[in-house]
């Protein structure tokens, strides 16, 4: 018969995997941006995800289990659409979006299975584990958050690829008119 405790194991073996590959590509990622902002956001996030893995360590001894890593498909293939975008938009206005998107979906993933842990380990009564678990959790919204203003704020502007030769009070005239130039 398996219980909670069997299934909370099971996924924390999961995102355990994950976690590792994340912390790897995120580098990788970074390397991608053009945007000064989005590459430091990669790089202090794939610190961020090596500190989770010792994090993770840890909740694993919470319930006096060794870590033990179990292949999170999910992740796998995310990744792998992650460096197949990177390399269709390189050299492009949309890469800086494209990294979010990419980032944004692997950060989704991991927010959906921490925050199940958390409520388990909450349920397992296991303080330790739900403290730990909350830090992670936190840390993955908050990243989530700062991609999701960076798009807002740029990237995804930067993408329409636009960037006006006029300024700003022509622009919003020559708007108006529907006749907004574009950079040669
Ligand atoms: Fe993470
Ligand atoms: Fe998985
Ligand atoms: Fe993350």
């Known amino acids: 018969m ?3 405790k069997d299934l909370f194991l099971n996924q924390l073996a999961d995102i355990y995997d994950a976690e590792q590959r994340i912390d790897k590509a995120l580098t990788k990622l970074a390397k991608s941006a053009t ?10 996030h794939s610190q961020e995800s090596a500190s989770q893995v010792r994090k993770l360590v840890a909740v694993f001894q919470c319930f006096d289990t060794k870590p033990k890593a179990q292949r999170c498909e999910a992740a796998v293939g995310m990744l792998k659409e992650a460096a197949g975008i990177v390399t269709s938009f390189k050299r492009s206005p949309a890469i800086n979006a494209a990294l979010i998107a990419a980032a944004q979906k692997v950060e989704h993933y991991e927010i959906a299975s921490y925050g199940c842990l958390h409520e388990w380990a909450q349920l397992l009564n296991n303080q330790r ?8 959790l936190d840390q993955e919204k908050a990243v989530n958050n700062q991609l999701t203003q960076l798009a807002r704020n740029s990237s995804n502007v930067e993408a329409l690829g636009e960037s006006c030769v006029c300024g ?3 622009m919003a005239e020559q708007t108006q008119h529907g006749q907004h ?3 040669a």
């Open 129 to 136: 584990a739900v403290d730990l678990l909350q830090e992670i």
């Open 168 to 170: 700003e009070e022509e």
């Open 2 to 4: 398996k219980t909670l």
């Open 181 to 183: 130039r574009k950079a």
């Open 35 to 44: 945007c000064t902002e989005l590459k430091a956001a990669l790089d202090f």
